[in-house]
């Protein structure tokens, strides 16, 4: 440790005293931790944003003489023998019963991108991948290149306005297949695709994902339910935490005598931030929904039972269970502003006549707001990416009916609600093929860390802002 | 003295507006809450809520989807968490619904019945199985009911002799280097838990080491990932990254899970799927729950099925069910 | 405080509406700390039914998820420790102060992922890969220090002008792309070694000679996840304890001949000991409670099992999947909310003891530093 190469002392030193490899450790630390980091975004990114390009589809042929035709997804190593073998997504569940193909690269022949190869989306049996044969509708009927044109006309148009029609669809492998116009969703024809038209293609999948509802069991769709939930849950969450939040920093700093019992209840308040978030789920589930909402029930909507209007999870009480979970954090960043400000200021308002309520509503508190606002913020921050407690007091698995609409009294506190993290979970594990699954929860995934990190963003810019604004005003 | 003050005071407002903000936020509280007070269900909400099993989770969603297509105006409100929790959610009130993977244990059915007085209504919706899974390159393809608890199950109550751990134990797989044998199940919440537990290890116990998964397909996945995996999940979740092992039944015939065997129930494994009903005797359903009940029985209903991966009811149980509501 | 008279006709309504607010203000903020009281006052009140049975079915059940919740927590901090002192330590006392001020809020930002991605990751992405290339994953462990080293010894073999365009005060940028290079090449190298120096398959040898199982969902998994959730927390808070170490102590080491790691080892990291202890403290009681992190990564076996190929079970990830279905007043129900007990008291006494030992170090800094 204490051997100075005295070569490096020479040239450099103020580093000269470094001659250990310690410090390259830490730095590696530091290095190490924003790699991890920019790994994981980089992933989301490029995973969330690149499922909605489209793909090309192969049209494979097998040693065995077979053809099939997919989107290759994946490869891995084969178990105890040396080669790998590729994921094909081939869709076409109802003629051969499966969604999925893995193929040894070895049996692989021949593999082409035939440019006539369509994708058809379609309710309730999923995709279809092959060839577009004619559409008939009526007496008409279109074949090859002009049926291509006649589908993509009638799909431009709104679902209630398409005349009833069929498709006439052939696999690879021959099979043959009647469509009826009213079950399909979208086509595509990725092969023909030019880079333009497939960047318009993503555009319209990413806003699709943003702005429609899951269809197909949460397989397919997108997560606009769910943005709006978590949106709306954080938002009421503000709106009761921060009143609440406030009145007790006030309390605690301005109105309670300074003793220890305030010391003790300040160390408390402050250690419930560190309390895992599941605890106040299963408050939330015991206290709120268990006993307020199942009493709520028997005073108010007795006539409802056994269907439960407040005993069951909703909105109302997830926002509630968030905002005593995020109450110590604005309760904490509002102490710290009132702490802040100078006991001169105070004093001087009093002396100069004020009463406790105009020092503080003139005074205090607006010299407090910034320290308030970025508690807030941090407590959005908190509350958009907690997942544990709502699973007990009452995120749904798909509630596509929003808890607003149009009918009186237009704000549902009692729904369930979707929720973006919960969203992600449930696709991921509960789903029902969590292969097909898997691109959609990487975009969700990343929505929800855009949000979260963009609502983190603001507050510490907000934070930097108005502290240099003191600064200059000292 | 007065005066100073005064000015002072008004100077003060205008150079600081927000004065009266913690009047604002309690009025913005009082409008935001206010809703609350007056929130009630109108008669013909037609709010349509489930809660149970998570291996029905998909196929009632197709369902509740295909039913607000044609009725916009109903609502869905769906929570799969397993099928313990349908019971207990018909028993607390808290859903009308409650879709089940299993048949209800006397207990709950006796838990309702002292709650509401009459016992719940019971429907068969479609039919499952339990498959039991390897992966893809696994080259074992059978398995005896006494090698399936002596896999899984601590206490060997089918009459296997000895516990299976390795993948060397079983003929099939001498070859197969991959050392123990990883489980992979379900949670104790889930109908399919329960029910490999009472029908494929007798009722046995299951084994401590064995990953306990919250969803069929996390299991499937999970086996489709490591070569030295085995699980059971619903027939529905088969995908071809794993394949699904034939089962011999009591006449010593090995029966491979596919439509035609679990259909019959042929396959040692196969079941119902139900939906129970909270239906007070002499009382009409709400139109909602009403018109899915039709929606699940209609030919309509059992394509979903059949897209979702479960097997369609035969004609004579589809009768016999439409009799029933 | 009292307020001075005015003889003013608006006199008794101001003070009436000033003693009404400070009624109002009081009783809000008495009510919000009792609603904060009730959490605690709850979960005793729901556990007192299976007190009173006082079964050992209870401790029977409850003793696997707790010995799986320190578990995670353990492999977590073992994980995050290193680094996250590491990288407080270079942050507070090597960086360059722009650059500090630009990567201290970039690391505090990991805090702010939701753990429901991370757990998605390491469950469904990261365990099936370090389970398909097991040799890599532990070799990237020896082989990510040790390239760290190497990067020092290179530097001071290097010549001054590349020295200057790279100094230690940026190398936490620009070790970044090194140690992906040498993930790269690591990830290329450990088939080789796994081939030559183990025999072929090293999950084989595990099993053949030490007979050890290998879970998709290991501890080692859901130490690498939550080790990367915690990390910037306990980051955070040590890096504030050792910048506020006051200067005047390492300077006083570094007069009386101390080399700077000298200075570092045996003056500022002994100064800052409390406050990197309650870093420490805050980061394990954050491992402790994570919840969707350990239910998606861990497996969820309820086994007592040390190693780090093998899975576990929390309180907390029993707690999400068991409550929902357990019946309101039955046995399972008041055992979770034991668990939950558990967890919020063993927080509590955690964060307090934290919270403690930094005001005392405070009040020290204020002592020696004078003006801090």
């Known amino acids: ?474 | 003295m007065n005066t100073p003050v005064h000015t002072l005071s008004t100077h003060r407002s205008s150079s600081l507006p927000r004065q009266h903000f913690l009047l604002r936020w309690v009025i913005t509280l009082l409008v935001l809450v206010a809703p609350l007070a007056w929130s009630q269900p109108a008669a013909m909400s037609g709010t349509l809520g489930a809660v149970g099993s998570d291996t029905m989770a998909g196929l009632m969603l197709r369902w509740g989807e295909t039913l607000t297509t044609r009725y916009p105006e109903v609502k869905l409100q769906f929570q799969a968490s397993g099928s313990a929790s349908a019971p207990t959610a018909l028993v607390a009130g808290t859903t009308r619904l409650g879709p089940m993977s299993r048949p209800m244990t006397a207990d709950e059915r006796d838990n309702f019945i002292e709650r509401y007085g009459y016992p719940p209504l019971e429907l068969k919706v479609a039919r499952d199985a339990l498959i039991v899974v390897v992966h893809r390159h696994n080259p074992l393809r059978t398995l005896t009911r006494q090698q399936v608890d002596a896999i899984f199950s601590t206490s060997r109550a089918c009459g296997g002799e000895a516990p299976i751990r390795r993948w060397e134990q079983l003929p099939a797989t001498r070859d197969w280097s991959f050392g123990h044998i990883a489980l992979h199940g379900r949670n104790l919440a889930s109908g399919t838990h329960g029910l490999f537990q009472e029908r494929a290890l007798c009722g046995g116990q299951f084994r401590n080491d064995i990953s306990e998964h919250p969803g069929s397909s996390a299991v499937v996945a999970a086996v489709g990932e490591s070569a030295n995996a085995m699980g059971y999940a619903g027939f529905n979740h088969l995908t071809p990254a794993v394949h699904a092992l034939s089962l011999y039944n009591d006449e010593g015939t090995a029966i491979p899970p596919d439509e035609a065997s679990v259909q019959s129930g042929d396959y040692p494994l196969s079941r119902y799927l139900y939906l129970y009903v909270n239906q007070p005797p002499g009382e009409t359903l709400p139109p909602p729950e009403q018109a899915f009940l039709r929606l699940i029985l209609s030919e309509e209903g059992q394509q979903i099925a059949r897209a979702s991966g479960f097997v369609p009811l035969t004609q004579t149980v589809i009768r016999e069910q439409q009799k029933r509501p | 405080m009292t307020l001075p008279r005015l003889n003013s006709s608006r006199q008794p309504l101001r003070l009436l509406r000033d003693r009404v607010a400070t009624g109002l203000i009081t009783a809000g903020g008495v009510g919000v700390l009792l609603a904060i009281l009730a959490i605690g006052v709850f979960l005793v009140w729901e556990t007192l039914p299976l007190l009173a049975i006082g079964d050992t079915l209870a401790l029977a059940k409850l003793s696997p998820l707790a010995w799986g919740t320190l578990k995670a927590a353990l492999a977590a901090l073992l994980f995050a420790i290193p680094v996250a002192l590491g990288a407080a330590i270079y942050s507070a006392l090597f960086m360059s102060a722009r650059l500090r001020s630009r990567i201290k809020p970039a690391l505090e930002m990991m805090e702010a992922i939701p753990g429901v991605v991370v757990g998605f990751i390491a469950g469904l992405i990261l365990a099936p890969w370090v389970e398909r290339h097991l040799a890599s994953a532990l070799v990237l462990i020896i082989w990510l220090p040790l390239s760290a080293a190497l990067a020092g010894l290179l530097w001071q073999l290097a010549k001054t002008r590349l020295r200057r365009r790279l100094p230690l005060s940026w190398a936490g940028l620009w070790l970044i792309p090194w140690l992906a290079f040498m993930v790269a090449i690591a990830l290329w190298l450990a088939p080789w070694l796994e081939l030559h120096w183990l025999g072929g398959d090293l999950r084989q040898l595990l099993d053949q000679r030490y007979g050890m199982d290998y879970a998709t969902r290991n501890a080692l998994i859901v130490g690498i996840a939550m080790g990367f959730a915690v990390i910037p927390s306990i980051y955070s808070l040590a890096e504030d304890a050792l910048a506020d170490v006051p200067p005047t102590l390492i300077e006083g080491a570094q007069a009386l001949g101390a080399s700077r790691w000298q200075a570092l080892w045996k003056v500022a990291l002994v100064a800052a000991g409390p406050g990197i202890f309650s870093a420490i403290m805050i980061g394990a009681g954050r491992a402790v409670g994570e919840t969707m992190i350990v239910l998606m990564a861990s497996g969820n076996t309820a086994l007592f099992s040390a190693s780090p190929f093998e899975g576990m079970r929390s309180m907390t990830a029993a707690i999400a999947i068991e409550l929902p279905e357990a019946s309101p007043g039955g046995q399972t129900y008041h055992l979770l909310i034991l668990a939950a007990l558990v967890l919020f008291i063993f927080t509590f006494l955690v964060n307090t003891l934290a919270e403690v030992v930094r005001q005392r170090l405070r009040r020290r800094y204020r002592q020696i530093g004078g003006t801090l």
């Open chain 1, 1 to 474: 440790m204490t051997s100075v190469s005295a070569n490096s002392a020479s040239r450099r030193p103020r580093f000269s005293q470094i001659n250990d490899l310690w410090p390259w450790l830490c730095a590696a630390s530091v290095a190490l931790s924003l790699l991890m980091l920019g790994a994981l975004l980089t992933l989301l990114l490029v995973r969330g944003l690149g499922h909605f390009w489209p793909a090309s589809l192969e049209e494979v042929t097998l040693s065995s003489g077979e053809t099939f035709a997919g989107q290759a997804v994946r490869e891995v190593a084969l178990p105890q023998q040396t080669g790998d073998e590729r994921l094909y997504f081939t869709g076409n569940q109802d003629i051969d019963g499966a969604r999925w193909r893995w193929v040894t690269i070895e049996q692989i022949v021949e593999r082409a991108q035939p440019a006539d190869l369509i994708r058809i989306d379609r309710s309730p049996w999923g995709d279809f991948i092959g060839r577009l044969e004619a559409i008939e509708q009526g007496d008409q009927r279109w074949e090859g290149e002009a049926a291509w044109q006649q589908l993509t006309a009638l799909l431009a148009l709104p679902a209630n306005q398409r005349q009833a029609g069929q498709l006439l669809l052939t696999s690879v492998d021959g099979h043959t297949l009647r469509q009826p116009l009213a079950s399909v969703v979208s086509a595509q024809a990725p092969n023909a695709m030019s880079g333009w038209q497939k960047a318009r293609a993503w555009g319209e999948g990413v806003w699709r994902f943003l702005s429609e509802g899951p269809r197909a069991a949460n397989t397919g769709g997108g997560v606009w339910p769910a943005i709006f939930g978590t949106v709306l849950m954080v938002i009421l969450m503000s709106v009761m935490v921060t009143p609440f939040g406030v009145l007790a920093a006030i309390y605690l700093n301005e109105i309670a005598h300074q003793g220890r019992l305030t010391r003790l209840v300040r160390i408390g308040v402050r250690n419930l931030a560190g309390v895992p978030s599941i605890v106040y789920g299963v408050f939330g589930l015991g206290v709120f929904v268990y006993g307020i909402g199942g009493s709520l029930d028997e005073w108010f909507f007795s006539d409802t039972l056994p269907s439960p209007t407040f005993g069951t999870g909703g909105l109302l009480w997830a926002s509630l269970t968030l905002a005593l979970l995020t109450l110590p954090v604005v309760i904490v960043a509002t102490e710290e502003g009132l702490a802040r400000i100078p006991e001169a200021q105070r004093e001087g308002a009093v002396a100069l006549g004020a009463t406790r309520l105009e020092m503080l509503t003139r005074i205090v508190l607006p010299m407090a707001a910034p320290a308030m606002l970025t508690g807030v913020i941090l407590a959005v921050a908190r509350a958009a990416g907690e997942v544990a407690p709502l699973m007990l007091v009452g995120v749904a698995k798909l509630a596509p009916q929003m808890p607003i609409d149009g009918e009186f009294p237009y704000l549902h506190l009692e729904r369930k609600f979707m929720h973006l993290g919960y969203h992600l979970f449930d696709t991921a594990f509960h789903g029902e093929d969590v292969q097909a699954a898997i691109p959609l929860v990487y975009a969700t995934a990343l929505l929800l860390v855009l949000i979260v990190l963009m609502l983190n963003l603001t507050a510490i810019f907000l934070r930097h802002y108005l502290s240099r604004q003191r600064g200059n005003e000292c």
